[in-house]
T-cell receptor, first 114, second 115 residues
Framework: AQTVTQSQPEMSVQEAETVTLSCTYD???????LFWYKQPPSRQMILVIR??????QNATENRFSVNFQKAAKSFSLKISDSQLGDAAMYFC???????????FGQGTTLQVKP | KAGVTQTPRYLIKTRGQQVTLSCSPI?????VSWYQQTPGQGLQFLFE???????NKGNFPGRFSGRQFSNSRSEMNVSTLELGDSALYLC??????????????FGDGTRLSIL
């Protein structure tokens, strides 16, 4: 069974600095998708970035980028030039093309200090 | 384009009662998934409906059930409520089935409190 692990329950970063959130997963599949979702205190979860496992190139969305290491089953999220609005809980998720399931990690709460 | 709409936003029930939560997906989305979010357990998958059929189910007791209508709207029902059912229930919709590259679009959730 697939699992997703976020080993950092809480992280903090100074405004304008860079922070990296860790995520590892376990799977025997070769075809899958990975996502990072953000849940601000207002609670609506929104998609931050996604990565197709068959693509070697790391996905980037403005200040958000990932470091996808398929062999190591690692999918970390880097937030550059952190802003106060980035404060939220971040969830890493694994999407299985095989089982059709989406599995979330436990989440990392990110605090941004002014 | 309207987002995912969940009703009600807040609900207070007592043990033993039953509750029905509603979710209207984004127009054109055929997949609706339900999640339970609690501080202790995190985000747990309940079930997914695609084109009116339950496609996947999480590890929840039979007290938790759902259905999807022909217009893709979905309802989730919890019977014989227990204190441990207190949680934020999130609904998410996507164009295609869950698990693929289709991102999930989430609603604001229904906060269920059991007294």
């Amino acid at each position: 069974a697939q699992t997703v692990t976020q080993s950092q329950p809480e992280m903090s970063v100074q405004e304008a600095e860079t922070v990296t959130l860790s995520c590892t997963y376990d799977t025997s599949e070769s075809d899958y998708y990975l996502f990072w979702y953000k849940q601000p205190p207002s609670r609506q979860m929104i998609l931050v970035i996604r990565q197709e496992a068959y693509k070697q190139q790391n996905a980037t969305e403005n200040r958000f980028s990932v470091n996808f290491q398929k062999a190591a089953k690692s999918f970390s999220l880097k937030i550059s030039d952190s802003q106060l609005g980035d404060a939220a809980m971040y969830f890493c998720a694994f999407g299985s093309s095989n089982t059709g399931k989406l599995i979330f990690g436990q989440g990392t709460t990110l605090q941004v200090k002014p | 384009k309207a987002g995912v709409t969940q009703t009600p936003r807040y609900l207070i029930k007592t043990r033993g009662q039953q509750v029905t939560l509603s979710c209207s997906p984004i127009s054109g989305h055929r997949s609706v998934s339900w999640y339970q979010q609690t501080p202790g357990q995190g985000l747990q998958f309940l079930f997914e409906y695609f084109s009116e059929t339950q496609r996947n189910k999480g590890n929840f007791p039979g007290r938790f059930s759902g259905r999807q209508f022909s217009n893709s709207r979905s309802e989730m029902n919890v019977s014989t409520l227990e204190l441990g059912d207190s949680a934020l229930y999130l609904c998410a919709s996507s164009l295609g089935p869950q698990g693929g590259n289709q991102p999930q679009h989430f609603g604001d959730g229904t906060r269920l409190s059991i007294l």
